[in-house]
């Protein structure tokens, strides 16, 4: 638990069947897309979705405020920050679902800015109870890299029978297929049974930045050396951000 959170409402929340229990848990995927689509409506949001469509992918996201789910659905908006990945997923399915059907290729990023404050955590504060929620970190830049592109799906061709695979990335390590998988049409040959090409011209990217953020130092204590963290910003949050 991120500090002190909203209070459950006592009756369900807007928009839920009536009779029901109103716990997080009950939230599936579709669920959550179907809540998302009932938000962009109610705010009228469907109409700055197409027209971010219209301008990819020189602007790709959607920015909305915390307070503004908060006020449609209390629910929602804690299960945003106990499991942002759910719900921000949830969010992103819901925006290609207003996207018209010709432009298929566009992924409009969710982005929530004004999480309450008592989620914004302190760097020397940060524990293992904050990893997978939804916080903020306050500091100041002190250093940050040049955009350099990241493989998100790398692309392989098994030598053995020309199945091309797809393997997603997820961190800095690179990793390569385990088997030739079967449900992408591979001959289901183990890495050691057969050899993969790397199809880097084929394989999708994104931007990538690494950022070190400083503690400020006026909320320090007497004596106390400002404690830094390494982040990465991805995709059209890089180039952004300068040191100081």
Not at 54 to 65: Q, V, W
Not at 183 to 200: E, H, P, V, Y
Request: overall charge negative; glycine content about 8%; hydrophobic content about 35%.
């Amino acid at each position: 638990m991120i500090g002190e959170e909203p209070a459950l409402s006592d009756g369900p929340a807007p928009g839920r069947a009536k009779g029901r229990s109103a716990t997080l848990a009950e939230y599936t995927l579709e669920e959550l897309i179907a809540r998302w689509e009932e938000f962009f409506s109610e705010l009228g949001l469907e109409g700055e979705i197409i027209g971010l469509a219209d301008r990819y992918p020189d602007e790709r996201s959607l920015k909305i405020r915390f307070e503004d789910l908060n006020r449609f659905d209390t629910d929602m908006s804690i299960h945003l920050l106990r499991q942002p990945l759910n719900v921000i997923t949830a969010g992103e399915e819901a925006i290609r679902r207003v996207v018209p059907p010709t432009e298929e290729s566009v992924e409009i990023h969710l982005r929530v800015t004004g999480i309450p404050r008592d989620s914004r955590v302190q760097i020397r504060d940060l524990r293992a109870k904050h990893l997978g929620r939804f916080i903020a970190v306050e500091g100041l830049v002190r250093k940050a890299t040049e955009v350099r592109p990241m493989v998100v799906d790398a692309l392989f061709q098994c030598l053995r029978c020309g199945a091309v695979i797809k393997e997603p990335q997820e961190g800095q390590a690179f990793r390569e297929p385990l088997e030739c998988y079967e449900d992408q049409g591979g001959c289901k040959r183990s890495a050691n049974a057969t050899k993969f090409k790397l199809l880097g011209e084929a394989s999708r990217y994104t931007d990538t930045q690494k950022v070190e953020v400083q503690e400020a130092p006026e909320g320090l204590r007497g004596g106390e050396e400002p404690q830094r963290l390494s982040a990465f910003t991805e995709d059209d949050l890089t180039g952004k951000i300068n040191p100081g």
